[in-house]
């Protein structure tokens, strides 16, 4: 008996109450938020000469250039009217998020072009190691996508060239 109360005595002494409370492992908020991938946007309309290149990295940095009247070689009449704009900024931990869970899926969608009508736009988006591209028949969350860009994109300062 006397052996049984000095195993319980030492240990009462041996764990103290606020570890036993205390949980052995914080849960890692990393783990549980989702991964942004780079991105790489590239949207045209050959006869209106409008061309935009969107970049996001990992680290939530976007930079937009946005090329209209865009020149098409050394002959091109157009040449001289081009002009560029270029965005760029980091993206809020908010945006980062909603760009994440627009690409909620992207694995699931075709990486054969789409097709679309004649003299429409081309759409070219790439997702971590996965490219979606084609024209006006490309899924719904492409174009969403690309309007959410766009937005994000204008709301950040114009680079001085």
């Given amino acids: 008996m006397r052996v049984v109360s000095l195993i319980l005595f030492a240990m009462l002494i041996g764990c103290h109450p606020m570890e036993a409370e205390r ?3 914080q849960p890692s908020s990393a783990a549980s938020k989702p ?4 991105i790489e946007l590239h949207y045209r309309i050959y006869l209106v000469r409008l061309d935009i290149r969107t970049t996001v ?12 009247n865009k020149s098409y070689g050394g ?18 931990p908010e945006q980062t998020e909603d760009l994440v869970h627009l690409f909620a899926g992207w ?5 054969k072009p789409y ?3 004649p003299d429409g736009g081309d759409i070219s988006v790439r997702y ?7 024209g006006s028949g490309v899924p719904k969350r492409v174009t969403d996508i ?10 950040l300062s114009v680079m001085k060239p």
């Fill in 115 to 117: 097709g679309g009508v």
């Fill in 23 to 25: 949980p052995t492992r």
């Fill in 75 to 92: 002959n091109d009449k157009g040449a001289k009217s081009e002009r560029i704009e270029v965005r760029e900024g980091r993206l809020t």
């Fill in 107 to 111: 694995d699931s969608l075709s990486s």
């Fill in 128 to 134: 971590g190691n996965k490219i979606v591209s084609g």
């Fill in 57 to 68: 990295t990992s680290e939530g940095m976007l930079r937009s250039v946005r090329t209209e």
């Fill in 35 to 38: 991964f942004l991938q780079a």
């Fill in 146 to 155: 690309r309007a959410r860009l766009d937005e994000l994109a204008r709301s």
